[in-house]
């Protein structure tokens, strides 16, 4: 029978899911049949109310208080806190967290969300004393540059990075170097994979081969200014063409989950060419369409843009955990970064202006970000872990 890998995290966001996704496909087809992922929304299949709720409910705070939503980042920069948190949370956690481990038996536990490190390895540890076995667990620390202190455990078999920033950060906390190993971030091989020409992938999509076309994204939750960005970007664009019947360039927005968002942008009448778009599964084919992108720094997007060899436009961050993707995306020459929509739009208009030299060299910066391979490499370690060979 396969053996079981636990891929834990939060369905909130995109990120954590397409990480988890990512790593379930590499460990479903480099170990078929010796080693099976299912990634667990820890939050709504485990946690008791109302914990279970607090992903979700943190998630407006994130987009519309973020000066006290880094407040709480910060302040969970201290031991102290930290530990007193998680103390409270294992005393309320306790029994639903080793009848977890208990159900389902796993081989190893892979984390892909800083909070869920401190209480699955204290599970674990108790269910090792409990069954005599022990389970190993791996970090994947899914943020790019600025990771938060509660994403190293000691207690964790390996703990996987992205970037040399994120490694320098778990050195710095004590990890063992042979734990801690750089891969990259796990993404969706599509992204990578696409190989059709933008024209191409236009038609594939419904929109207009004949004309470039400016991607904006918001993360999995639309977040951001982005319908001030929209305004500004297809106004200014419409100035570039003949007029109305005669477009130079088209716009894509994608909401994600953001319905509201999705259904103001879908009611408004726009100067050039606008395709509104809600949760969209097969990003990679936006992307392949799109001459560039105007996102939010999440760490998904960022290194799924690079897959693709997409210039990335950043208009903004969540305090803490993306604030260093901004400085790692322009100081690698792989984008700007402008947080006023008027000058998102000024940029937008002189990278479409500037022709391809300007874009083919921050494309070409941006693929030399990527890194593919990093499922796989993953995929690797944890079936090493499990004592799994491949099928
Ligand atoms: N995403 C998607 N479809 C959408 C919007 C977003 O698949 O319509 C995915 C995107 O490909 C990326 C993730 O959602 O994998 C967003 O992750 P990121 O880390 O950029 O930001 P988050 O949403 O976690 O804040």
């Not at 998102?344 to 300007?358: T, V, Y």
Request: charged share 25%.
């Amino acid at each position: 029978m396969a053996k079981k890998v636990l891929i834990l995290m939060a369905d909130t966001g995109g990120g954590h899911r397409a990480c988890a996704d990512a790593l379930r496909t590499a460990i479903s087809t480099r170990y078929a049949g010796v080693l099976r992922a299912d990634a667990i929304d820890v939050w709504s299949q485990v946690a008791p109310w109302p914990l279970s709720r607090a992903p979700r409910a943190s998630q407006p705070l994130v987009d519309r208080a973020p000066w006290l939503w880094r407040r709480i980042y910060e302040a969970g920069e201290s031991p102290r806190i930290t530990e007193a948190i998680f103390d409270a949370v294992w005393y309320w956690t306790r029994r639903r967290a080793l009848a977890f481990v208990e159900q389902h038996c796993p081989a190893v536990v892979v984390s892909v969300h800083a909070l869920l490190q401190d209480i699955p390895l204290r599970a674990l540890s108790e269910w090792r004393q409990l069954s005599g076995r022990a389970v190993p667990f791996v970090t994947i620390v899914t943020d790019l540059v600025s990771t938060h202190p509660v994403w190293f455990d000691r207690g964790a078999a390996l703990c996987i990075v992205p970037t040399d920033e994120a490694r320098g950060q778990a050195l710095r906390a004590g990890l063992r170097p042979d734990k801690v190993r750089q891969y990259g971030l796990p993404i969706r091989p599509e992204f990578a994979r696409v190989a059709l020409e933008k024209h191409h992938a236009r038609r594939r999509l419904g929109l207009r081969a004949d004309l470039p076309l400016v991607l904006l994204l918001g993360g999995g939750e639309g977040m951001g200014r982005m319908e001030e960005i929209a305004q500004a970007v297809a106004t200014l664009l419409a100035g570039e063409g003949f007029g109305r019947g005669f477009p130079a360039s088209q716009l894509a927005v994608i909401c994600g989950r953001n319905r509201c968002l999705q259904q103001r942008l879908s009611r408004r009448s726009w100067p050039i060419p606008t395709a509104v778009r809600g949760f969209e599964d097969r990003l990679w084919e936006w992307m392949a369409a799109s001459e560039f992108a105007i996102t939010k720094a999440g760490p998904s997007t960022i290194m799924e843009a690079c897959a693709s060899g997409l210039p990335l436009l950043l208009s903004g961050y969540v305090p803490g955990q993306e604030e260093g993707n901004v400085k790692y995306v322009v100081e690698k020459g792989a984008g700007s970064y402008a947080s006023e929509p008027e000058t998102i739009a000024e940029i937008a208009r002189s990278w479409l202006r500037a022709g391809s030299p300007r874009l083919d060299a921050m494309a070409r910066r941006a693929r030399e970000l990527s890194r593919p391979d990093a499922a796989s490499a993953i995929a690797d370690d944890v079936a090493a872990l499990a004592g799994a060979e491949s099928g």
